[in-house]
């Protein structure tokens, strides 16, 4: 399965942008869907944006039109990235990436689909300050 490394979280202020970048690498799926969820503390993890092999994406309602998620594919890794921008005191989490091999992503979307999920980075954190 392949290794996910995120990277690209800090601080910012409301309003402000910030991009997070994932790399899959090792073994890559031919057929996929990865993606970002989010968390904060006491709260369940939640699916933020994802993307397929096929390249269809989709966001979560909070963030439409605010992120964008894409990726660049090579023969041997595939580099996720979410561009987050008009980022809001609420964006703050740790945000994680996530693979799995399947094109459906919409059933990331369904409430506590992180728990039938096995490939995850380690995770960056994001923080708005208001």
């Known amino acids: 399965q392949p290794h996910l490394a995120e990277s690209g979280g800090g601080s910012v202020q409301a309003g402000g942008s910030m991009r997070l970048s994932c790399v899959a690498s090792g073994y890559i799926y031919s057929a996929y869907c990865m993606g970002w969820f989010r968390q904060v503390p006491g709260k369940e993890r939640e699916v933020v944006a994802t993307?397929?092999?096929?390249?269809?994406?989709?966001?979560m309602d909070d963030v439409q039109g605010r992120f964008t998620i894409s990726q660049d594919n090579t023969v041997n890794s595939v580099n996720l990235r979410l561009q987050m921008n008009s980022l809001k005191p609420e964006d703050t989490a740790m945000y994680i990436c996530?693979?799995?091999?399947?094109?459906?992503?919409?059933?990331?979307?369904?409430?506590?689909?992180?728990?039938?999920?096995?490939?995850w980075g380690q995770g960056t954190r994001v923080n708005v300050s208001s």
């Open positions: 993307i397929n092999s096929d390249g269809r994406t989709k966001l």
């Open positions: 996530a693979a799995d091999s399947t094109t459906y992503c919409e059933g990331w979307f369904r409430p506590e689909s992180y728990r039938f999920l096995s490939i």
